[in-house]
Structures are given as structure tokens and as C-alpha cells.
């Protein structure tokens, strides 16, 4: 991936956050009884296949760690990228 990507967490929307060369990219969110759900990952498609959409979901499922929330991911991707990580699994609630 070229250049350094900032992602940023948007708590009062639920959201976390990149731009790059001006497109956006989002993973949003909901806390809902202890638990981090994620709804939805979505890229640009401009800015498709640099891995922003996995930056976004570690840095998701880091913060839901240090808060010490469980994570239940239902969008298809965030499944999916939890499913390759095998250090996050701890994390994926019941």
C-alpha cells in the first residue's frame, strides 16, 4: 500500500474512519449490551484493494479489546477477516 493511512474513530457516530487520495472509507458500528457489532465495512471503490478495509477492522477490534467488549460482526467482511485471524477469535461474542 502506498503512503501512511490514518484511521480515525468517530465514537459519537459509531464509526471508524479513513480518506484517502479523497475517498472515504468506514466501518460503522453499535454498542448494544456489552458488545461491539459491526455492521457494515465499506470502501470507495477507487481505493479498493490497498487493505483499508482490514486497517478498519483491526483498528475496530483493537479498541473493542482495550474496552473490553466482545465483537459481533455482521458484516460479511469484518465474518470474514475475523475468521483469518486467529488472534481475534477471543473476542468474537456467542
Same mark, same amino acid.
Given at each position: 500500500?502506498?503512503?501512511?493511512?490514518? %484511521?480515525?474513530?468517530?465514537?459519537?457516530? =459509531?464509526?471508524?474512519? $479513513?480518506? +484517502?487520495?479523497?475517498? @472515504?472509507?468506514? +466501518?460503522?458500528?453499535?454498542?448494544? !449490551?456489552?458488545?461491539?457489532?459491526?455492521? @457494515?465495512?465499506?470502501? *470507495?471503490? #477507487?481505493? =479498493?484493494?490497498?487493505? %483499508?478495509?482490514?486497517?478498519?477492522?483491526? $483498528? #475496530?477490534?483493537?479498541?473493542?479489546?482495550?474496552?473490553?467488549?466482545?465483537?459481533?460482526? +455482521?458484516?460479511?467482511?469484518? *465474518? !470474514?477477516?475475523?475468521?483469518?485471524?486467529?488472534?481475534?477469535?477471543? +473476542?468474537? !461474542?456467542?
Amino acid at each position: 500500500m502506498e503512503g501512511t493511512i490514518e %484511521i480515525r474513530h468517530r465514537p459519537e457516530q =459509531e464509526r471508524f474512519e $479513513a480518506e +484517502l487520495d479523497g475517498h @472515504h472509507a468506514v +466501518l460503522n458500528y453499535r454498542l448494544a !449490551a456489552g458488545c461491539m457489532v459491526i455492521d @457494515h465495512v465499506g470502501v *470507495a471503490p #477507487a481505493i =479498493e484493494g490497498r487493505g %483499508i478495509a482490514g486497517r478498519l477492522t483491526q $483498528a #475496530a477490534l483493537a479498541w473493542a479489546r482495550l474496552s473490553g467488549v466482545k465483537v459481533r460482526p +455482521l458484516c460479511s467482511y469484518a *465474518a !470474514a477477516w475475523m475468521r483469518r485471524h486467529p488472534d481475534c477469535h477471543d +473476542l468474537h !461474542a456467542d
